[in-house]
T-cell receptor, first 115, second 114 residues
Framework: AQKITQTQPGMFVQEKEAVTLDCTYDTSDQSYGLFWYKQPSSGEMIFLIYQGSYDEQNATEGRYSLNFQKARKSANLVISASQLGDSAMYFC????????????FGQGTRLTINP | NAGVMQNPRHLVRRRGQEARLRCSPMKGHSHVYWYRQLPEEGLKFMVY????????ESGMPKERFSAEFPKEGPSILRIQQVVRGDSAAYFC????????????FGQGTRLTVV
């Protein structure tokens, strides 16, 4: 069974600062994928970034990067130069080695960016 | 290129009524996944379907819930005899094959049972 743990229910950050959202995972699969999604107050799920378990380099997408530490089973999301529009819920999720897009989600972190 | 379309966006049902939630996957996608999100929680997997087949329904409640993805038309999540605890956001995601890097989510249907 897979499990995702996000230990920060809420975070408050000043605009333009960098922020790290924590995510740890547990799985016995050899191959897996890790995802981050953003859910603004409007409710939709917005894909941010993906990291495969065999990817040697950390994934980056614009201001988003994924700090992947396989031995520690952590997949933290780093947002550089935060903006007011980054205020939202952020979910970490993982997919096992069955190949299908059946995702297991964490409880989420509510990020608030202060001006 | 339209994304995953879910309708209705909001649905209000009285206890005991039936709720039908529809999901049209992205063009060319033949895999559909349904998730449920209770307030202040993450999404929980319910069911995975391919055209005309249920592949994995390990997250579906045993009673009152059913899902289908017919050869033609959208995928349907059906909840019979709704109860207050069914109030949640229901998300559909689609993917073109089993190994892609992301599933594309619809905007969700917010079901309120009164």
């Amino acid at each position: 069974a897979q499990k995702i743990t996000q230990t920060q229910p809420g975070m408050f950050v000043q605009e333009k600062e960098a922020v790290t959202l924590d995510c740890t995972y547990d799985t016995s699969d050899q191959s897996y994928g890790l995802f981050w999604y953003k859910q603004p107050s409007s409710g939709e799920m917005i894909f941010l970034i993906y990291q495969g378990s065999y990817d040697e380099q950390n994934a980056t997408e614009g201001r988003y990067s994924l700090n992947f530490q396989k031995a520690r089973k952590s997949a933290n999301l780093v947002i550089s130069a935060s903006q007011l529009g980054d205020s939202a819920m952020y979910f970490c999720a993982m997919r096992g080695d069955q190949g299908a897009q059946k995702l297991v989600f964490g409880q989420g972190t509510r990020l608030t960016i202060n001006p | 290129n339209a994304g995953v379309m879910q309708n209705p966006r909001h649905l209000v049902r009285r206890r005991g009524q039936e709720a039908r939630l529809r999901c049209s996957p992205m063009k060319g996608h033949s895999h559909v996944y349904w998730y449920r999100q209770l307030p202040e929680e993450g999404l929980k997997f319910m069911v995975y379907l391919q055209k005309e087949n249920i592949i994995d329904e390990s997250g579906m409640p045993k009673e009152r819930f059913s899902a289908e993805f017919p050869k033609e038309g959208p995928s349907i999540l059906r909840i019979q005899q709704v109860v207050r605890g069914d109030s949640a956001a229901y998300f559909c995601a689609s993917s073109p094959w089993t190994g892609g890097h992301e599933a594309f989510f619809g905007q969700g249907t917010r079901l309120t049972v009164v």
